[in-house]
Nanobody
């Protein structure tokens, strides 16, 4: 059974930082493009950042460019999302997903981790 397990969420003040991690059990993880999505209350789930299977290519939503950095360690079957200069509008449940195709999510979702940014 494929599992994606996120961690690292929490409550932080505006301007602060958090680092999310997603550990994957999927056997083909090192060949999967992966992404971080988020869903705020009463809003649709959106792609925040994506990374190619080898880490050479990344994508960021305009709202997080210059503040968030996605990375991966295929030896550890883990992807990361470093979030700096957090804003209250970043408050959401963050989900790890893969394999993604462009902005289209793949089959496997994590359970999500709550990020709350206070003003």
């Amino acid at each position: 059974q494929v599992q994606l397990v996120e961690s690292g969420g929490g409550v932080v003040q505006a301007g602060g930082s958090l680092r999310l991690s997603c550990a994957a059990s999927r056997r083909t993880f090192s060949r999967d493009n992966m992404g971080w999505f988020r869903q705020a209350p009463a809003k649709e789930r959106e792609l925040v950042a994506g990374i190619s299977w080898n880490g050479d290519s990344t994508y960021y939503a305009d709202s997080v460019k210059g503040r968030f950095t996605i990375s991966r360690d295929n030896a550890k079957n883990t992807i990361y999302l470093q979030m700096n200069s957090l804003k209250p509008e970043d408050t959401a449940v963050y989900y790890c997903n893969g394999p993604i195709e462009g902005a289209t999510p793949g089959t496997y979702w994590g359970q999500g981790t709550q990020v709350t940014v206070s003003s």
